[in-house]
Nanobody, 126 residues
Framework: QVQLAESGGGLVQAGGSLRVSCAVSGGTFSYYAVGWFRQATGKEREFVAALSRSGSVTYYAESVKGRFTISRDNAKKTVDLQMNNLKPEDTAVYLC???????????????????WGQGTQVTVSS
């Protein structure tokens, strides 16, 4: 059984940085394309960033492009999201997701993923 567990969320001031991580257990991590989504209170789940199985292809939401960086470590079976220059509108629960994929595919839609973590809260104060 594949499990995803996020960590690293917290409270940060606007303009600050935070790194959230997702540990994947079970399954074969190197077969998965991965992604990060977020969901603010009362809003729909929103795509943030995606990374291919190869680690060479990335895709970002326009709202985070240039500020956030997604990365993976196949040896550690982790997916990280480095968030810089955070804004109050980045406040949300951040969820990681994974799906078995071809080598270079990236997936920006939630329904394209079949494995999800429970999420970690990120709060950005103004």
């Amino acid at each position: 059984q594949v499990q995803l567990a996020e960590s690293g969320g917290g409270l940060v001031q606007a303009g600050g940085s935070l790194r959230v991580s997702c540990a994947v257990s079970g399954g074969t991590f190197s077969y998965y394309a991965v992604g990060w989504f977020r969901q603010a209170t009362g809003k729909e789940r929103e795509f943030v960033a995606a990374l291919s199985r190869s680690g060479s292809v990335t895709y970002y939401a326009e709202s985070v492009k240039g500020r956030f960086t997604i990365s993976r470590d196949n040896a550690k079976k982790t997916v990280d999201l480095q968030m810089n220059n955070l804004k109050p509108e980045d406040t949300a629960v951040y969820l990681c997701a994974a799906t078995t994929a071809n080598f270079y595919g990236v997936f920006p839609r939630a329904h394209q993923y079949d494995k999800w973590g429970q999420g970690t809260q990120v709060t950005v104060s103004s």
